[in-house]
Every structure is written in structure tokens, then in C-alpha cells.
């Protein structure tokens, strides 16, 4: 960082054009020429305000993918921001509670999910693949999901199970149930949310 960022607070957009935007810069990406100046800032200043949840070392790694993956036949333009959204959701996914997809658990998808036991699935799907599990034919995506989470969930009750008898349970098998419950708890806090929102409508009804 240079002095006057470490005299002054760097913005969350500083940030992200420090270790994005700017590289990507001085290695040669750019827009195509005779091209809109407001909307080409515009352009990258939503891109700033949409990857600065991502940690610096997943910031370097997307300005990498940018400068391997321009656009053009030269590869110097900027690429897509779908393509460039989705390689940093690829990299850090967003916490599913900052996205609008925190809404779907909030409504009665939320409280569906808690009635079958898959809550902890359907959080992670949404966090992974950004939207909903398929109901309408087949999901490979989703089975192989709830295969692998219904395999953890039994290893969290027995872990519990063994503790309850006195067992000490391995670093391996705490780390594992602190996870669970940590998504658990996370998923359970945007259904709770949704049900408080719910009560409140229907006070003001």
C-alpha cells in the first residue's frame, strides 16, 4: 500500500480498485475503443461495489482470471461481469444472508425445508449455485448435495451421541459439528426472520 493509504482509511471500492482494477489496468485490459466513458466507469464501479466482499487474496485471483480472459481476439477488453461474477463466486462464494436469495429461506420455502429436515441443504444450494434446488426434473446437483450433507448430519449425531457417553470427541469431529451447527444456526436465523416478518404483517393487518 502506498503512504496516503496507510495515513488515510481505505473505501471498500479503494480496495477492490487497488487490487483488481488497477492491475488489470497497467496489464493492458480495456475497453473497446470509441466506447461510452460514463458507462464504461459505471462499469466498473458496480464491479468494485459487487466484489469487495471477497478477501484480497481472492481479489488477486480475479484480477488474474481478467487478465487471462479478456475479451476480444487480442484478450484485452473487459470481460463479461457475468463472467467475472461468477468466477469470484467461484473463488469466495457471497454469504447467501447478503444476497436476495436470503428471502427465499425468509418465505415459506424456509419453513418447508425445516418441516422435511433438509434446511442445512437447501442453504448451502442456494449458496453454491445461486438459486433454488430444481423441482420441476432431475437435479444431479442437489442428490449429490444432500447424499454428501446427510452423511455429515449422521457423523454430527453420532459425535453428540459419543460426547453425551463421555467421549472425547477428535479435533476432526469437533470441527465438523461446530460447521453444522454454524450453518444451522445461519440458516435458521433467515427462517426466524421471515416468520418475524410474517407476525409483523399480520399485526399491522
Not at 488474474?64 to 473487459?78: E, L, Q, V
Not at 418465505?107 to 453454491?128: M, N, Q
Not at 463421555?166 to 476432526?172: D, K, S, V
Request: proline share 4%; with cysteine.
Amino acid at each position: 500500500m502506498t503512504e496516503e493509504q496507510t495515513t488515510t482509511a481505505e473505501t471498500k471500492r479503494g480496495r477492490v480498485r487497488r487490487l483488481v482494477i488497477h492491475p488489470c489496468q497497467e496489464a493492458g485490459i480495456r475497453f473497446p475503443a470509441r466506447t461510452d466513458e460514463a458507462k464504461n466507469r459505471a462499469f466498473l464501479a458496480r464491479l468494485c461495489d459487487e466484489l469487495d466482499y471477497l478477501t484480497d487474496q481472492h481479489l488477486t485471483q480475479v484480477a488474474d482470471w481478467i487478465t487471462r480472459n479478456g475479451d476480444g481476439s487480442a484478450r484485452c477488453f473487459w470481460p463479461a461481469r457475468a463472467g467475472i461474477l461468477g468466477t469470484a463466486h467461484r473463488y469466495q462464494p457471497r454469504l447467501l444472508e447478503e444476497t436476495s436469495l436470503g428471502g427465499y429461506l425468509q418465505s415459506r420455502a424456509g419453513e418447508d425445508a425445516v418441516a422435511r429436515g433438509d434446511l442445512v441443504e437447501v442453504f448451502l444450494y442456494l449458496e453454491k449455485h445461486l438459486r433454488p434446488p430444481r423441482k420441476d426434473g432431475p437435479d444431479p446437483a442437489w442428490d449429490l448435495l444432500r447424499g454428501r450433507i446427510a452423511e455429515v448430519r449422521r457423523e454430527v449425531i453420532l459425535t453428540r451421541d459419543r460426547a453425551a457417553r463421555g467421549f472425547t470427541p477428535n479435533a476432526g469431529e469437533r470441527r465438523q459439528v461446530e460447521w453444522f451447527e454454524g450453518v444451522e444456526a445461519r440458516a435458521m436465523a433467515l427462517v426466524e426472520a421471515g416468520r418475524a416478518k410474517r407476525d409483523g404483517q399480520g399485526e399491522a393487518a
